[in-house]
């Protein structure tokens, strides 16, 4: 059974940096694509960044694209948000997603298999 457990979050002021981690387990995550998800207050969850765990590819929404960056330690099985510059506009809850079987990093919620619970980030201006 794959377990996403998300850890970091908090409060930041603007134009300061956080970063998230999101620990797995009970699963093989070679050819899985490993995503972060947000969710504002009254929006819909979406797409940030996203991870092949064996090639290292990436993929970023263009919202945060020259200020966040995703990475993956293997031996932690771990995979981060190294998140910069952050705007009161990043305010979510940030979600941890895997998918087993990836064609490319799906940007869509729905084409993820497991979720973590979530963490809040609150930037204040």
């Known amino acids: 059974q794959v377990q996403l457990e998300e850890s970091g979050g908090g409060l930041v002021q603007a134009g300061g940096s956080l970063t998230l981690s999101c620990a797995a387990s009970?699963?093989?995550?070679?050819?899985?694509?490993v995503a972060w998800f947000r969710q504002a207050a009254g929006k819909e969850r979406e797409f940030v960044a996203g991870?092949?765990?064996?090639?290292?590819?990436?993929s970023y929404a263009d919202s945060v694209k020259d200020r966040f960056i995703i990475s993956r330690d293997n031996a932690k099985i771990t995979v981060y948000l190294m998140m910069n510059v952050l705007k009161p506009e990043d305010t979510a809850v940030y979600y941890c997603a895997a998918d087993r079987l990836p064609w490319t990093i799906p940007t869509g919620v729905r084409e993820y298999d497991y979720w973590g619970q979530g963490t809040q980030v609150t930037v204040s201006s």
């Open positions: 991870i092949h765990w064996s090639g290292g590819d990436t």
């Open positions: 009970g699963g093989t995550f070679n050819s899985y694509a």
